[in-house]
């Protein structure tokens, strides 16, 4: 089998057809990602638009926190391990307001401790990746996300009417 390796470049994505493509979400889909290294950003950025997906990016906690809060994206990818407020503190900051607590929320990281991974899961952490993760990976994940977040959102328009008279 001669499989073929590919370096995988800024300009690669740019003018790439599939697999760095793929058909665009019928409605705009936004995400907040949040990862303190600039290269590893950029380039899931790149694939992600590439996607159809609005992306913003944040290269840490705090900055990451206010633009959810802004712009309540549909989603956000975070990086657990980053100075300063790390993914955790963002996930919890998140799950404290009404405004955000119901935004899916993806975990990446390289390295994660076990203490970390349970209270991340306590906080309502959607899923996690390891860094570095394959694009299909993230796109799985992030299909989930938005197939868990529709059926709360059919659910939610489903339920009966209440009704005040007697």
């Known amino acids: 089998m001669n499989a073929k390796?590919?370096?995988?470049?800024?300009d690669t994505i740019r003018r790439s057809n599939p697999p760095y493509s793929a058909s665009r979400p019928p409605i705009p889909y936004s995400i907040i990602l949040i990862e303190d290294e600039?290269?590893?950003?950029?380039?899931?950025?790149?694939?992600?638009?590439s996607c159809g997906?609005?992306?913003?990016?944040?290269?840490?906690?705090?900055?990451?926190?206010?633009?959810?809060?802004?712009?309540?994206?549909?989603?956000?990818?975070?990086?657990?391990?980053?100075?300063?407020?790390?993914g955790l503190e963002v996930?919890?900051?998140?799950?404290?307001?009404?405004?955000?607590?119901?935004?899916?929320?993806?975990?990446?990281?390289?390295?994660?401790?076990?203490?970390?991974?349970?209270?991340?899961?306590?906080?309502?952490?959607?899923?996690?990746l390891g860094k570095p993760c394959s694009f299909e990976e993230m796109k799985q994940a992030i299909t989930e996300c938005r197939h868990a977040a529709s059926t709360k959102s059919v659910k939610a328009n489903s339920a009966p009417a209440m009704s005040l008279s007697a």
């Open 5 to 10: 390796i590919e370096k995988v470049t800024f």
């Open 38 to 49: 600039g290269s590893m950003g950029q380039v899931t950025q790149l694939l992600l638009e």
């Open 53 to 86: 997906y609005e992306v913003t990016v944040a290269a840490e906690g705090a900055q990451g926190l206010r633009l959810v809060r802004a712009l309540t994206p549909n989603l956000v990818i975070c990086d657990v391990n980053m100075p300063g407020m790390g």
């Open 91 to 128: 996930l919890q900051n998140l799950r404290q307001s009404d405004a955000t607590r119901h935004i899916p929320v993806i975990f990446l990281s390289g390295f994660i401790r076990e203490e970390q991974t349970a209270q991340a899961r306590q906080l309502g952490v959607n899923a996690f």
